[in-house]
């Protein structure tokens, strides 16, 4: 069938030169016409602290070196009532390809919703956290292609945090970035949350340096490490900028900041 | 004729022998749409403050022919939706009948409000998802114009890979490239959206069509434009470009005739 249709410019790149348009039809099975994946580009990024959840992500959409749109939202509330998921106590964000995004929030979505009109609770963070892994293992052989990271407050109203490869092997975490720009705001947090690198002042040189110790970190200080951690990124990275939405989970329920980035 | 009907209108089995039907064969692979044939280009649209403008010109294209000048790649779907068609016309016109079905059906049913643009782009996103999900994707970018359930203008697109993403100016294939800059120049945010009136939208459109057909190949001068307000749909369907210049050809250096 193909054959039929060789004399147009061939799919794979530019062929409009007159010596460029092949003559003959590819010989031989033509394999992989449709790939089923794209990246839409964007990072996300969640810190965990002693009684809060921070889940950040920006809002630009890309493809290839095209911006389809200013404000898409990477997060996502999770459970509540209603369409708006009011009183939602988890958040999901997703980055990757934004349609399989979208899928898998509106899957778990539904699951945690349903879980609470069955057992007339809400659903844990750590029942959701490992439903997701599931869902995502499920389709192991043809995978939602997105970095998920899930936020809340656990049992004990401790900040919680797991992240996940794209076919469900997941984890806690203290923090933890996604996405394009993942490799540039990862170290920062390293540094910054876990205080890798950092020494005690005066504990001595070589083996007597003294580490220091990782210890949960106040809110106020997270935003700002949020805010710092994308500023930075778009400086460095083409797919981040246009806005910065966060939201921070507590006990008195999920708050949303939007904050403007760099448009260009 | 015999006493056979499903024989009629088939060639004779005493005079061509019997039918062939090793071409119906079922065995073997099942194929896909692995490329689109016959295309439509661009499809642009803007917001403004009371509702939406949508544009396409009316060429659908065959490879580097163009092929049929009369193909309207804008459909009204009700008083509040337009849908526009960008990439392969026969996915296009499957997807027409879809939403035709679509409409007869919510017709019939005892709903009280009519599908919005909102609902009708879940719907158009939902499907081409599970047919990229199936292997088998409708070759279509679309774009969905109309007002949503608060009756505030709506504008969103869904492609072939069940992508989606709303803004206040959109443009699909070629456009994306050379009309949304100039669109963006007027409608760079939200809020913007709401200093800007019926006529402006459509000006801006207009001239972002102009602009595509200056430089895209596959374009055509005649063109489908659709305004959706309150008030329903004002659609026209064989626009003619205005006011062309041609000034800028002769300034262009680097290619074709002259040397320098």
Known sequence: MASVFSGAPPQGGPGYSFTQTPRAAPSGERQHGFYPYTDNGGST?????????????????????????????????????????????????VVGFA????ALKERLDTIVKMYKYQHGKNMTVSACAQRL???????????????????????????????YDPVGSYEREQCRA??????????????????????????GTGHNLQARQAQPLPQNDVEELVRDAFTSAVERHIEVGDGLQMMIITRDGIAETFTPLKKD | MNHLPQAWGRPRDDVYGAYDHSHFQTSGPIQHTQSPIVTGTSVVAAKFKDGVVIAADNLASYGSLARFTDVKRLRKFNDQVVVGF??????????????????????????????????????????MYKRRSDFNPLWNHLLIAGLDGEDKPFLAS???????????????????????????????????????????????????MKVL????????????????????????????????SWQFAEQIRGYGTQVN
Not at chain 1, 51 to 74: H, M, V, W
Not at chain 1, 99 to 102: Q, R, V
Not at chain 2, 196 to 203: L, N
């Open chain 2, 158 to 208: 869904a492609d072939l890979l069940g992508t989606t993403f709303t803004s206040p100016t959109l443009a699909t294939g070629f456009g994306a490239h050379l009309a949304q800059p100039i669109l963006r120049r007027t409608l760079p945010d939200d809020a913007s959206v709401e200093d800007v009136d019926q006529e402006t939208a459509v000006k801006l459109v207009k001239e972002a």
């Open chain 1, 99 to 102: 349609a399989d995004g979208d």
């Open chain 1, 178 to 203: 996604a996405g394009a720009a993942a490799s540039l705001i990862m170290p920062f947090l390293d540094n910054q949350v876990n205080f890798k690198n950092q020494y005690m002042p005066g504990s």
């Open chain 1, 133 to 163: 892994s599931h869902i995502l293992y499920n389709k192991r052989f043809f995978p939602y292609y997105v970095h998920a990271i899930l936020g809340g407050l656990d049992e004990e109203g401790k900040g919680a945090l797991y992240s």
């Open chain 1, 45 to 93: 990024l969640g810190i965990s602290g002693a009684d809060f959840t921070i889940l950040a992500g920006d809002t630009r959409s890309t493809s290839g070196y095209n911006i389809n749109t200013r404000y898409a939202p990477k997060l996502f509330k999770i459970g509540g009532e209603g369409p708006d998921n009011k009183g939602a106590q988890i958040v999901l964000s």
């Open chain 2, 86 to 127: 960008g990439g392969d016309v026969s996915d296009m016109q499957y997807l027409d009948r879809l939403l035709n079905s679509l409409d007869i059906r919510e017709n019939y049913s005892s709903s009280e409000t009519a599908l919005n643009a909102k609902n009708l782009h879940t719907y158009l996103a939902k499907v």
């Open chain 2, 213 to 244: 057909f200056y430089r895209d190949a596959r374009s055509m001068d005649r063109y489908s434009i659709a305004v959706i307000t309150k008030t329903g749909v004002e659609l026209h369907e064989d626009e003619k470009l205005e006011n062309q």
